[in-house]
C-alpha cells in the first residue's frame, strides 16, 4: 500500500495554492486561497508575508483533510512562489516597501516596475554580470528593487536585515532555516551559481564589484548576510525540516522533509519538461516549457551555455541540476487578455450573455468566433485587426519595460462581435510573441518544436491552438494540469529522500496528457503576414518614440 505522500505549495500572483500527491504524482487534493494586493500608485504593487503564510497554512490543513491522508505519511513538501522580494527586520517581522509606509505590506511583487530608474541605471554600466540575464537586467529583478529601496526608503533599509526572495521566504519561515535556492538567486539576485568557490558543487559566489558598482556596497561590506550566506541547489533538504511551530500551523508533524525552493514558473518546468513523449528520447534541446498565467514565462535547457540577447540567462543549475536555462517571458499574457475583456464597452453584456448560456466569458467568446469563422479557418476573423501586446512592457527579447501596447484596424462599432475580434487578435498578438521567442532561442543553437505548457491558458483550446499554429509547434499538455504543483511536489519528494534526482523524480512524477498537432497552412498562408505586423508595430513605436 502506498503510504508515501508530498505536498506541493505555490504562491502565485493571487492565489496561494496546495496540492498533495502520491508517489507517482497522482493528485489526491487541492486547495487554492487568494492572497492580498496593494497598489498604492502607479507600477508599484505589495503583498504581506503574513498574508501569504495564512494562506498556505489553510491550503495545506485543507489538502490534508480532504485527503483522508494521515500526518504521519505526508513524508516532504516543497515550495515554489513568484520572485516577488520580502522585507523583514531583525526579529524577522515585516518592514513596509510602501511609499505611504503602510505597515505589514512587506513585499515588492515581481510585477512592480518602481524600479525601472535603477534598470536603466545599472544597464548603462554594463557590468559583465549582466551577460547573465540577456545583456539587460529587468525592473522586475531583486537588485534594481534593492536599489530602489535604498534609495527612496532609507529607514527600512537601515533596518532591514533580511531580505529574500518570496521562495526562500517561504522555507525560512517552515524551517526556520535561511539557506537560499540556487534557482532564486541565479536567476533574479545575479548569483554566480556557475562559479563555485570551494569544492561542494552548486555553491558559487555573489560578484562583489557588481554591487559596489550600483551603489550597494554596504551589502559587500557585511559580507552579503542579508541576502544570503549559504545557497544550495533545488530539492535538497533544509535544515531539520518542518519546525515545531510550523507543523503546528500546517496539522503535520515536526521534522517533515522540506526542499530548497524554486519560483513559480521553474517549478512548472519541472513538473512537466521531462515527461516522456511516446518512446522518444527526452531531447531538451527541442523542448520549450511554456508556464501561462497572469504573465508567461519560456523555458529551455541545455548542456551548454547560451548567451542570447533579451533572454535571461543563461543559468546555470538553475531549474534542472547540471544544464543551463535559459528563460524567455512575456510580462503580461493572462493579465492582457482580461485587461482587453473586462475594460471593453460590452464587457458586462458578456457576462450576462455567457451566464444565461453556463459559460465562462472566454467560453462564450471561442464559440462566437467559430461561428464567425464559419468554414473559414479562425483566424481570419478580424484578420486586419492587429495588436501590440506590450501592455506592461516587454520581457524579452526586447527587454525593454517602458515598451506599451497598441492596436490597429479599430473601427467605430463597438460590439460584442468587435470585442469577440480584439479577443482573437489578443490572444495571437500573445502567441506572436512566443514564436519570436522561440526562434531567438532556435538563432542561438536550440531546435525547438515541442512546446510542453501548463497553467491558465491551456484551458483555453483557442489559446492553445493559436499558439500551434503561430509558432509551428506541437502543443504538450500533460496528463496533471497542476504542473506547477507537481514540480513543487518534486522538491519534496526528493528532500525526502524518495528519488536520489530532480531528473528521477521528473519521469516518475509526471506523464503525457494529449498533444495539440499545429496546422501549419494557417500559419504559412496567413500568420506568416501577421507576425511582420506584430513586428512592424514595435518599429511604429520606436520611430514615434525617436520624433517624440
Known amino acids: 500500500m502506498n503510504d508515501r505522500f508530498y505536498i506541493g505549495i505555490d504562491v502565485g500572483t493571487g492565489s496561494a495554492r496546495a496540492g498533495l500527491f502520491s508517489v507517482d504524482g497522482q493528485l489526491l487534493a487541492n486547495e487554492k486561497r487568494d492572497i492580498t494586493m496593494w497598489k498604492p500608485q502607479p507600477d508599484f504593487v505589495q503583498q504581506s508575508s503574513d498574508d501569504i503564510w495564512t494562506s498556505i497554512c489553510h491550503c495545506v490543513k485543507a489538502v490534508v483533510d480532504a485527503s483522508g491522508v494521515a500526518p504521519e505519511q505526508i513524508k516532504g513538501l516543497g515550495f515554489d512562489a513568484t520572485c516577488s522580494l520580502v522585507v523583514l527586520d531583525e526579529d524577522h517581522r515585516p518592514l513596509t516597501v510602501s511609499p505611504d ?81 540556487l534557482c532564486s538567486t541565479v536567476c533574479k539576485w545575479t ?79 519541472i513538473g512537466m519538461i521531462g515527461v516522456k513523449i511516446d518512446e522518444e528520447p527526452v531531447a531538451f534541446d527541442k523542448r520549450l516549457a511554456l508556464i501561462g498565467g497572469t504573465s508567461s514565462c519560456h523555458m529551455a535547457v541545455s548542456q551548454e551555455s547560451r548567451f542570447i540577447d533579451g533572454i535571461w540567462g543563461p543559468y546555470y543549475s538553475a531549474m534542472i541540476p547540471d544544464l543551463w536555462l535559459n528563460e524567455g517571458g512575456q510580462s503580461a499574457t493572462g493579465a492582457l487578455v482580461d485587461h482587453i475583456i473586462f475594460n471593453h464597452h460590452q464587457s458586462n453584456e458578456l457576462l450576462v450573455q455567457a451566464k444565461q448560456q453556463g459559460m465562462t466569458p472566454y467560453e462564450w467568446l471561442n464559440h462566437r468566433l467559430v461561428k464567425l469563422a464559419g468554414d473559414q479557418p479562425l483566424s481570419t476573423v478580424g484578420a486586419n485587426l492587429h495588436v501590440c501586446p506590450y501592455f506592461h512592457g516587454n520581457r524579452s527579447p526586447r527587454a525593454d519595460a517602458t515598451l506599451r501596447g497598441m492596436v490597429s484596424g479599430l473601427k467605430l462599432s463597438n460590439t460584442l462581435d468587435d470585442l ?68 513543487a511536489a518534486i522538491l519534496g519528494a526528493v528532500a525526502s529522500g524518495a528519488f536520489s534526482t530532480i531528473p528521477e523524480a521528473m519521469v516518475a512524477m509526471s506523464r503525457i496528457g494529449r498533444i495539440i498537432e499545429p496546422n501549419v497552412s494557417i500559419k504559412t498562408n496567413l500568420h506568416d503576414k501577421k507576425y511582420l505586423a506584430f513586428h512592424e508595430l514595435y518599429a511604429t513605436q520606436k520611430r514615434i518614440r525617436e520624433f517624440m
Open 101 to 181: 509606509n503602510a505597515p505589514g505590506q512587506n513585499i515588492i511583487v515581481w510585477m512592480d516596475h518602481r524600479a525601472q530608474e535603477d534598470a536603466d541605471f545599472i544597464n548603462d554600466l554594463k557590468h559583465e554580470v549582466l551577460e547573465y540575464v540577456g545583456g539587460r537586467i529587468s525592473p522586475e529583478m531583486e537588485t534594481p528593487k534593492l536599489r530602489w529601496l535604498k534609495r527612496n526608503m532609507p529607514e527600512t533599509w537601515s533596518r532591514a536585515k533580511h531580505f529574500f526572495d518570496l521562495p526562500d521566504f517561504l522555507t525560512f519561515r517552515a524551517t526556520g532555516d535561511a539557506t537560499r535556492s
Open 420 to 487: 469577440a475580434c480584439l479577443y482573437l487578435a489578443t490572444v495571437d498578438a500573445i502567441a506572436y510573441g512566443t514564436r519570436h521567442i522561440i526562434e531567438s532561442m532556435n538563432d542561438a543553437g536550440y531546435s525547438i518544436d515541442t512546446i510542453i505548457a501548463c497553467g491558465g491558458g491551456t484551458k483555453n483550446p483557442v489559446f492553445m491552438q493559436e499558439h500551434a499554429d503561430i509558432t509551428g509547434c506541437r502543443i504538450v499538455l500533460p496528463e496533471e494540469e497542476e504542473a506547477v504543483l507537481v514540480g
Open 191 to 269: 548569483y554566480l551559481g556557475h562559479e563555485s568557490t570551494d569544492s561542494v558543487p552548486g555553491t558559487g559566489k555573489w560578484d562583489r564589484s557588481y554591487f559596489e558598482q550600483i551603489g550597494l556596497e554596504d551589502l559587500v561590506e557585511e559580507d552579503f548576510r542579508r541576502l544570503g550566506t549559504k545557497v544550495r541547489p533545488m530539492g535538497e533538504a533544509i535544515g531539520q525540516g518542518l519546525t515545531p511551530q510550523a507543523a503546528q500551523e500546517f496539522g503535520l508533524v515536526a521534522g517533515t522533509a522540506v526542499g530548497g525552493s524554486i519560483i513559480d514558473a521553474h517549478a512548472g518546468g
